[in-house]
């Protein structure tokens, strides 16, 4: 609310490609929570048809946002320009946003056999403690 607040009353507008992108990355987001609920609910792992739990589509989407964003602030536009700070921050947030839907995936399909064997697992603490503590 912080961010729109912010858009509305300064009477911002993005561009069109940087509207396009929030919508599209906006999509991936909902998409993710609607597979991670799904999962969820069924606990049964043909959900993840489609879905990595190592790099989701939100993960690989997002840099490319970033470049054609900075590429438009590169061509002196100025809608991305006033826009710059409030564009990063949504993409931003809703990267955080499909975060823990996806974290919390990774007990069903771990119980399903569904995860790669590149997630760390180990027996083995991971820090030592100094000595005499």
């Known amino acids: 609310m912080e961010l729109a607040t912010k858009k509305i009353r300064n009477r911002y507008a993005f561009s069109p490609e940087g509207m ?6 906006h999509g991936l987001v909902l998409d993710n929570c609607g597979w991670a609920e799904r ?3 069924t606990r049964h792992p043909r959900w993840r048809a489609g879905w990595s739990p190592r790099r989701p589509p939100c993960a ?4 490319r946002q970033a470049d054609s ?3 438009r ?3 002196g536009r100025m809608e991305s320009i006033e826009t710059s700070s409030i564009h ?3 993409i931003r947030d809703l990267k955080r946003q499909s975060t823990p839907p996806r974290l919390g995936a990774y007990p069903i399909l771990e119980a399903a056999g569904e ?5 760390l697992k180990t027996t083995q603490p991971l820090m ?3 000595a005499g503590s």
């Open 115 to 119: 995860l790669a064997d590149t997630r």
């Open 69 to 71: 964003h900075y590429a």
């Open 60 to 63: 690989r989407r997002r840099p």
């Open 20 to 25: 396009a992108e929030l919508r599209a990355f």
């Open 73 to 75: 602030l590169r061509e």
């Open 128 to 130: 030592r403690a100094p």
């Open 88 to 90: 990063m921050d949504v």
């Open 39 to 41: 999962l969820h609910h």
